[in-house]
């Protein structure tokens, strides 16, 4: 099992930025990536940004050149770099960890944290 708690969530003007981070733990050997995914009100739940275990990144074409995704092996860590966020933007953001190469379809998810863009 592994388990992500996430982190960084919260309100910020349109324009401005946040950062989140996800702390995996547990069975760390056995995942292959780590991606965010977020959900809006009445939406379903998309793929924002996934990073692979040799560094190989994918965005969504919503978020390419605003935000970037990254991760700290040492400390089984994943971020989130958003910039020039917008109200669009607002949605409930979840960390989730895939075990199996060539996908982002998540094995494992966190609880999720939301981030809200004011206009």
């Known amino acids: 099992q592994v388990q992500l708690v996430e982190s960084g969530g919260g309100l910020v003007q349109a324009g401005g930025s946040l950062r989140l981070a996800c702390a995996a733990s547990?069975?760390?050997?056995?995942?292959?990536?780590m991606a965010w995914y977020r959900q809006a009100p009445g939406k379903q739940r998309e793929l924002v940004a996934g990073?692979?275990?040799?560094?190989?990144?994918n965005y969504a074409d919503s978020v390419k050149g605003r935000f970037t995704i990254s991760r700290d092996n040492a400390k089984n860590t994943v971020y989130l770099q958003m910039n020039s966020l917008k109200p669009e933007d607002t949605a409930v953001y979840y960390c989730?960890?895939?075990?199996?190469?060539?996908?982002?379809?998540?094995?494992?998810w966190g609880q999720g944290t939301q981030v809200t863009v004011s206009s």
């Open positions: 990073i692979s275990k040799l560094g190989r990144r």
């Open positions: 547990g069975s760390i050997s056995s995942i292959n990536a």
């Open positions: 989730a960890a895939i075990k199996w190469q060539y996908t982002w379809a998540p094995d494992y």
